[in-house]
């Protein structure tokens, strides 16, 4: 009697490979993630993609919401990955992009939104060239007091270093990046807790990457919404900075004079500010408050990076010279998105 032929098994089709992996890195983002990640799935683009959520061990109901929102859509490539073994924003960007399938890597953090069109944007830019960024909004995720008190150039340009090498730099959550970059980069340092991002496209532009602007792919950025915790990323921000300026910069000798003669004569004036309004009983409004405090904090973080990373502190800071600003004047690929002014020196990018 024959034998009955065993049905032969259909091949399962292999998920196509992304063109682009989305990481959204979160440490109890709850509060905003759900607009994040609506945003995001919002996105119309022809091609595969994906998004790789990671989780620095997130305490609130960040897990949940994206879970949820991943349930929500199940056409959509989401991916959850546990970056929880150890704190901090270069643990859970690594273990993503280590994760994640793309040809490419874009960026989200859990507190922004991204506009309609950004994907097909970031993907069109990163078809032609394997470094690129995306131009902040600020308007959307704002209020007019945050707008009066903080303002951005990468809203319309990339920031330049204000020391060298003096390159083009930009927030690390609005980067995007071919993955055969980021193997020659390298990881980003967690020796940093802020600038991370700068750090990255410092190393990225000595080994001869040009970061280009993309002004169709917007961001939406959003500042901190309190005098206090403006203060506090203040201080991130200018701290972080002296060890950038330690790695990369020609930096006066640490005893140098005139810097710290700058620096504590800064500190020393808004000091005395601060104290003339309480003994004087000065109520200050919102705006003012969180003026004070980015300027203070910029001056106490300066002092203590000075000290951690022994480099003489960086004061009110110095000017690029103008070859350049002027070479960071073509970021913008005419055939990426027309051409944009000359990019003008400002603070590091920093991260939101």
Avoid at 83 to 89: E, F, L, N, P, V
Avoid at 210 to 230: H, K
């Amino acid at each position: 009697m024959p034998v009955p032929a065993m049905p032969v098994p259909m091949p399962v089709p292999m998920p196509e490979t992304p063109e682009i992996s989305v990481v959204v890195p979160c440490l109890n983002g709850a509060a905003t993630l759900g607009e994040t990640l609506d945003s995001l799935a919002a996105q119309v683009w022809d091609r595969p993609w994906e998004i790789v959520f990671a989780d620095n061990g997130s305490t609130d109901a960040s897990v949940a919401i994206f879970e949820a929102e991943a349930a929500r859509h199940p056409a959509l490539a989401m991916r959850l990955v546990d970056a929880s073994a150890r704190r901090g924003q270069s643990h859970a960007l690594n273990l993503a992009i280590r994760a994640a399938r793309g040809r490419s890597l874009a960026f989200c953090d859990a507190d922004d939104t991204v506009a309609p069109g950004w994907l097909a944007a970031m993907g069109r830019a990163l078809a032609a060239h394997p470094f690129v960024a995306c131009r902040f909004d600020l308007a959307a995720l704002n209020p007019d007091w945050a707008l009066a008190e903080r303002q951005h150039p990468q809203v319309e340009r990339l920031s330049i270093l204000p020391f060298e090498p003096f390159c083009p730099v930009a927030g690390g959550a609005t980067l995007g990046f071919h993955r055969a970059l980021f193997d020659e980069v390298g990881d980003f340092d967690p020796a940093f807790s802020t600038h991370l991002d700068t750090d990255f496209c410092i190393r990225a532009h000595l080994r001869g990457y040009r970061l280009r602007l993309v002004p169709d792919a917007v961001y939406n950025y959003r500042f901190r919404d309190s005098p206090e915790a403006i203060y506090a990323q203040a201080y991130a921000y200018a701290r972080s900075e002296a060890l950038l300026r330690r790695r990369y910069a020609a930096n006066p000798p640490l005893l140098a004079p005139g810097p710290w003669i700058r620096l504590t004569g800064w500190a020393a004036r808004l000091a005395a500010g601060r104290a003339k309004n309480r003994l004087l009983g000065r109520r200050q409004g919102l705006l003012d408050r969180a003026r004070s405090n980015r300027l203070y904090g910029t001056a106490v973080g300066d002092l203590a990076g000075a000290l951690a990373w022994r480099v003489a502190p960086r004061g009110r800071g110095r000017t690029p010279p103008a070859a350049a600003l002027a070479a960071a004047g073509a970021t913008v690929d005419p055939a990426v998105a027309p051409a944009s002014r000359a990019p003008e020196p400002a603070r590091p990018a920093g991260s939101s």
